[in-house]
T-cell receptor
Framework: AQTVTQSQPEMSVQEAETVTLSCTYD???????LFWYKQPPSRQMILVIR??????QNATENRFSVNFQKAAKSFSLKISDSQLGDAAMYFC????????????FGTGTRLTIIP | DSGVTQTPKHLITATGQRVTLRCSPR?????VYWYQQSLDQGLQFLIH???????AKGNILERFSAQQFPDLHSELNLSSLELGDSALYFC?????????FGSGTRLTVV
């Protein structure tokens, strides 16, 4: 079984600045997948970014990038040039068997953007 | 439209009652997952079905049950409802293209 921990219940950042959200995980498997999901006030779950554990290169999607530290079991999300629309709950998640197994979620970080 | 359809979007019911939540997965996906999200909490995994068969169970109460039908849609049945069952219930489906979430059913037990 895997566990996912997000130690920052709330974060805030000035608009246009950069913020990093932390996530650590624990798993006994050597192959797994990590995700960041965004949940805006609409409550829809939106995939932000995905990382395969076997890939050493950190995933990037426009203003969103991750810092994947496999040995430390750390998977942080960096949001550059923060925008008002980035305000949301952010959840880190993990699965061993992509597409065939449940996602295990952390407890989330609420991100506030200060205009 | 994410491709996963959940109905109804909102449901208000009294304690002790029984409700059924419905989920239609994205076309081509064989797996369906149910999650419960209480107010300002994370998503708690309830149950996973794959092509009609139960694959995994999470912290699902005995008062709750689910099934996946031959057309791959799934239903989550919640009975003897309590105030604490008030939550957002998400369905997600998955396949080779990854995971897709529905927009959820907001259940309020009064």
């Amino acid at each position: 079984a895997q566990t996912v921990t997000q130690s920052q219940p709330e974060m805030s950042v000035q608009e246009a600045e950069t913020v990093t959200l932390s996530c650590t995980y624990d798993t006994s498997e050597s192959d797994y997948y990590l995700f960041w999901y965004k949940q805006p006030p609409s409550r829809q779950m939106i995939l932000v970014i995905r990382q395969e554990a076997y890939k050493q290169q950190n995933a990037t999607e426009n203003r969103f990038s991750v810092n994947f530290q496999k040995a430390a079991k750390s998977f942080s999300l960096k949001i550059s040039d923060s925008q008002l629309g980035d305000a949301a709950m952010y959840f880190c998640a993990c699965t061993h068997n992509f597409g065939n197994e449940k996602l295990t979620f952390g407890t989330g970080t609420r991100l506030t953007i200060i205009p | 439209d994410s491709g996963v359809t959940q109905t109804p979007k909102h449901l208000i019911t009294a304690t002790g009652q029984r409700v059924t939540l419905r989920c239609s997965p994205r076309s081509g996906d064989l797996s369906v997952y149910w999650y419960q999200q209480s107010l300002d909490q994370g998503l708690q995994f309830l149950i996973h079905y794959y092509n009609g068969e139960e694959r995994a169970k999470g912290n699902i109460l005995e008062r709750f049950s689910a099934q996946q039908f031959p057309d791959l849609h799934s239903e989550l049945n919640l009975s003897s409802l309590e105030l604490g069952d008030s939550a957002l219930y998400f369905c997600a489906s998955s396949g080779l293209r990854g995971y897709t979430f529905g927009s959820g059913t907001r259940l309020t037990v009064v």
